[in-house]
């Protein structure tokens, strides 16, 4: 799932449409699976809107989800840009930061937000999230 918006998606190189994850969803449920899928938050551009999206499609269709902060891995697209703009963690802190579980320690603080929203606003989307989540599991 990662996101609901479509220009997120095409910036994070997904090669997924919003009509095939609804599609996708809807077979799921029609053949008695229950899915679960994975969010990310911090990705470049996302605001609030995306996550109160994400969280009531979710919501709406009964689908557990498990949030994910976003933490740029060297050499890869999204490290270069984060670099561009200043927002890279440093890669010896990343490499402690994954080896600690960082994100759940820091309750939803990503290694680089490049997106809209600000910490807090992450954290409190990840809390709301978990707390769904574990309520239709």
């Given at each position: 799932?990662?996101?609901?918006?479509?220009?997120?998606?095409?910036?994070?190189?997904?090669?997924i449409?919003?009509?095939?994850?609804?599609?996708?969803?809807?077979?799921?449920?029609?053949?008695?699976?229950?899915?679960?899928?994975?969010?990310?938050f911090?990705?470049?551009?996302?605001?609030?809107?995306?996550?109160?999206?994400?969280?009531?499609?979710?919501?709406?269709?009964?689908?557990?989800?498990?949030p994910?902060?976003?933490?740029?891995?060297?050499?890869?697209?999204?490290?270069?840009?984060?670099?561009?703009?200043?927002?890279?963690?440093?890669?010896?802190?990343?490499?402690?930061?994954?080896?600690?579980?960082?994100?759940?320690?820091?309750?939803?603080?990503?290694?680089?937000?490049?997106?809209?929203m600000?910490?807090?606003?992450?954290?409190?989307?990840?809390?709301?999230?978990?707390?769904?989540?574990?309520?239709?599991?």
């Amino acid at each position: 799932l990662e996101s609901l918006n479509q220009q997120l998606l095409l910036k994070s190189n997904q090669g997924i449409q919003l009509t095939d994850i609804k599609a996708a969803i809807s077979n799921m449920h029609q053949a008695g699976i229950n899915p679960v899928a994975f969010v990310i938050f911090g990705l470049p551009g996302q605001t609030k809107r995306d996550a109160d999206m994400v969280i009531n499609f979710a919501k709406q269709n009964h689908l557990p989800l498990i949030p994910n902060v976003l933490m740029p891995i060297p050499g890869t697209k999204i490290w270069r840009y984060a670099e561009s703009i200043g927002a890279a963690p440093d890669p010896r802190d990343l490499a402690m930061m994954i080896s600690q579980n960082y994100h759940q320690k820091n309750r939803g603080y990503s290694a680089a937000n490049l997106s809209c929203m600000s910490s807090l606003e992450i954290e409190k989307a990840v809390q709301e999230i978990q707390n769904f989540s574990l309520s239709v599991t």
